[in-house]
């Protein structure tokens, strides 16, 4: 081999990039840790504004349906699947229930790595009592 | 005919996940086996072709490069295209590598009117090239969230860039748009000029249909089929910490994607997209042309056995005395 010094050095060089998410994630070791989130304990509240394998998929979806929904149209209700009716707030019907965003939302969004802008707006809600 | 070869070739790896993940639920099979099998294919692929390509002999450096070579004091050379030292070439690799240097100097031949032959530049390549690899270096980067817990913090940072306009939820990347762009491009390109049309073959349509289809699997599962991401974060770490799950995530489109990305990583080591690791290996580029400062001999050269005078004299100098002929040591 003709400048096998480079080209091997090179060649470890492109296999550690390629393979470091497995050194990074052996070496961090809890990497198969899932996300454990805090449901609701309410009375009067069992279920969400949809089924929770559209919630997991699309929730994004539906809160910015409702912004659009409630600034640019003026609707203030929204009715579920199962005929309910919700009123359209981030803060009072959908933190009413998940106060602690920190064992509810932040559960699945760092573990994914997303970083949504919901709190450049709306208060984080900290002084709410957290059951 | 070579495109629709490999338009064909494209429908068939897209029914082969359909079938396999959509309808057998072949889960383990295309979450786990064949991710793995592929992922070995392309390294052991890849480095197995390098080692090939370092084992054949090292040309001498090709000094008809693009600059004026480093000679007398009073003739300015040019360092970075006709580079004399080691730095100079590693910044002419380095403008190769991350700004594609000699497809900028792609130019373009047109009969006009005359008749008379007319030389033009044409960046549009370059143009379609750049765009393409950047936001595929992005969008392979940002697929790290994926795969490393916890997320790294520069991943939140080139995501932060890429979302910047925050544009719908989930976020539109800009990256998303100019790829699809610039592969795009890249196909029409072919199409559109007959000469290029008539140069093409389906080892070139191939590899942008399989991009094309990477890409658009990915953007109909960001922006309008969504799954699971936590699903698909632990199959994606089981894999890597060797613990593989049966995967439990449903969405078709999931598994067209990653047999896509599988087929793209097999394909890899066997095609025109080594000129992956090959740019680090063109000789035209990774040589300093410094054969006025330095001599070069050729390592493969043959030993050949000489016979100098010196040693002539010694052999036959008694016949030569003997003879009368004039000897250069008595």
């Known amino acids: 081999m003709y400048d096998s010094g480079k080209i091997i050095a090179g060649l ?21 840790q899932r996300p454990d989130l805090v449901l609701p304990s309410k009375e009067n509240q069992k279920e969400c504004v949809a089924a929770a394998e559209f919630m997991r998929r699309d929730h994004m979806r ?34 009413g229930c998940h106060p602690n965003t920190s064992q509810f939302c932040d559960q699945c969004h760092s573990y994914v790595g997303v970083t949504p802008y919901c709190w450049d707006c709306h208060n984080k809600p900290r002084n709410l009592s957290i059951q | 005919m070579n495109i629709v070869f ?71 050379n040019s360092r970075l295209e006709s580079p004399h030292t080691t730095l100079g ?68 940072a080139i995501q932060g860039i890429d979302g910047f306009f925050q544009v719908g939820l989930p976020g539109l990347y800009i990256t998303d748009i100019l790829i699809l762009a610039a592969l795009s491009y890249l196909v ?7 000469r290029l049309r008539y140069i093409s073959l389906s080892a070139d ?68 997209l080594l000129h992956m690791p090959g740019i680090f290996l063109s000789p035209t580029r990774n040589l300093a042309n410094n054969s006025r400062m330095k001599r070069h001999v050729n390592p493969w050269d043959h030993p050949v056995r000489v016979h100098t005078y010196g040693e002539y004299e010694d052999e036959f100098r008694e016949k030569m005395k003997a003879a009368g002929l004039p000897l250069d040591k008595e």
């Open chain 1, 62 to 95: 539906l809160l910015n349906d409702w912004r659009y929904e409630v600034v640019r149209k003026g609707e203030t209700y929204f009715s579920s699947d199962n005929g309910k009716e919700y009123e359209m707030r981030f803060t009072k019907t959908c933190l």
């Open chain 2, 188 to 194: 029409l390109r072919r199409l559109v000029d007959a």
């Open chain 2, 89 to 156: 070439v590693i910044g002419r690799m380095a403008l190769e590598i991350l700004f594609f240097r000699s497809l900028f100097r792609n130019t373009k031949m047109e009969l006009r009117n005359g008749p008379k032959l007319v030389y033009g530049s044409n960046k549009y390549l370059w143009l379609g090239a750049i765009v393409f690899h950047w936001s595929m270096l992005i969008i392979v980067l940002r697929h790290l969230r994926l795969f490393m817990e916890p997320v790294p913090s520069f991943v939140f």
């Open chain 2, 205 to 272: 349509y191939f590899p942008l249909f399989l991009l094309l289809s990477i890409a658009v699997t990915g953007i109909l599962m960001r922006y309008f089929f969504r799954i699971d991401l936590v699903n698909v974060k632990e199959l994606a770490i089981g894999l890597f910490t060797f613990h593989p799950v049966v995967p439990q995530v449903t969405g078709v489109l999931f598994y067209i994607h990653l047999f896509l990305v599988c087929t793209l990583l097999v394909y890899f080591p066997f095609s025109k």
């Open chain 1, 12 to 32: 470890i060089i492109f296999a550690a990039l390629f393979t470091s998410p497995v050194w990074y994630d052996v070496l961090n070791g809890k990497a198969l």
């Open chain 2, 6 to 76: 490999s338009l064909l070739a494209i429908l068939v790896v897209i029914a082969a996940a359909v079938l396999g993940a959509g309808v057998a639920k072949l889960y383990f099979l295309f979450g786990v086996i064949i991710p793995y099998a592929s992922i070995a294919v392309f390294l052991v692929g890849i480095v197995s072709r390098v080692v090939k390509w370092a084992k054949s002999p090292v040309p001498f450096h090709i000094p008809t490069v693009a600059g004026q070579q480093k000679s007398l004091p009073w003739i300015r």
